[in-house]
């Protein structure tokens, strides 16, 4: 494992999340380190790593959750992210019901998912950590 200072002087590690040989192209998973649960995914030929609770009312996001267009779409009320950045797209719209997702979303102030780097080393897909709780 890898750690070196961050700008304020905290360790950042990186951290073996899940064997890359278990996530198919397009595909994601739910991955916990420590307390923490991640979503780990592979886009084009390239891994991503997100909080793996959406921001809204924290459904796990690789349980239904769409990629499309670089952007993850929760299943649930369908919030959408950018994956590049986690900077927020929709919140809860809820196509189906567009007055119940309006509704639901006041139900919490609309948040940016966080993103993660990642690696592969060796066997492993890698998420760059700097706060974790274990
Ligand atoms: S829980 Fe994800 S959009 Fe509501």
Not at 9 to 36: C, D, F, H, Q, Y
Not at 53 to 63: K, V
Not at 86 to 92: D, I, Q, Y
């Amino acid at each position: 494992m890898v750690e070196w200072p961050t700008r304020e002087g905290e360790p950042m590690a990186w951290k073996n999340a899940l064997k890359s040989k278990r996530l198919k192209p397009g595909k994601s998973k739910m991955v916990t380190i420590g307390l923490n649960t991640f979503m780990v995914g592979q886009l084009d030929d390239t891994y991503f790593a997100t909080e793996g609770l959406c921001r809204h009312m924290r459904w796990p996001l690789a349980w239904g959750g769409k990629i499309k267009d670089g952007c993850i779409r929760c299943p649930l009320h369908q919030t959408t992210h950018h994956l590049s950045d986690g900077s927020l797209v929709e919140w809860s719209p809820f196509p189906l019901i567009p007055a119940y997702g309006k509704l639901l979303g006041k139900l919490s102030k609309p948040k940016d998912l966080k993103i993660f780097e990642t690696r592969v080393e060796g066997d492993y897909i890698q998420i760059q950590l700097d706060e974790i709780k274990s």
